[in-house]
Structures are given as C-alpha cells and as structure tokens.
C-alpha cells in the first residue's frame, strides 16, 4: 500500500486522486459549489463488497459466540479483529478519494 496526501477538510481539493478507480462530477452555481456522487469502478466495488460481507460473516460469529456464553476474552479478541477489518475497508475507500 503507498502512502498518498490528502488534502485538509475545508482546502480546496480539486479531487487530486480523480482516475483512481473513480470520479467525481462537479458543477459550479454562482457562489456554491455543487459536488455529486462519486463512483467506484467494478473492481473496487467487488473488492469492497467481498470484505463488508467477510465482516458480516464474522459477526454473525461473535453473536453465536455470545449465545453460546463463550469466555468475554474471546469474544473481545474477535470484536477487535472486526474493527480492524473495518479500519482496512475504510482505507480503502479513503484512499480511492
């Protein structure tokens, strides 16, 4: 993974990762700026979909594991492994903006 630089909330950003398996589309009205929906090409797409139902997959695991009066550090351990899927599938929608 590369590290890129983002610009800060409230710069003007002029979408400096446009092409990056997506794009923006913009228009200008007067003195407000209009900013629409971004896309994600397929592939991103796919990729993104597949880890959001991983995770799912693995809470679904951790509600069984409660059920089941499984021991709380078990169930914590796996809690921290979902955010931290989480935290990755962010990053990748971060780093496609």
């Not at 590290?3 to 002029?14: C, R, V």
């Not at 069984?64 to 021991?71: A, H, Q």
């Not at 709380?72 to 903006?97: F, W």
């Amino acid at each position: 993974m590369t590290n890129k630089t983002f610009a800060k909330s409230g710069e003007n950003q002029n979408y400096p990762h446009q092409g990056w398996n997506h794009h923006h589309t913009e228009h200008e009205h007067g003195e407000n700026h209009c900013e629409h929906h971004h896309v994600h090409d397929e592939e991103s797409l796919r990729r993104i979909i597949n880890r959001l139902s991983r995770i799912e997959g693995h809470i679904r695991g951790i509600k069984t594991m409660v059920k089941e009066s499984r021991p709380c550090p078990d169930v914590l351990v796996q809690i921290a492994a979902v955010r931290g899927a989480l935290d990755r599938v962010s990053r990748i929608i971060l780093d496609e903006h």
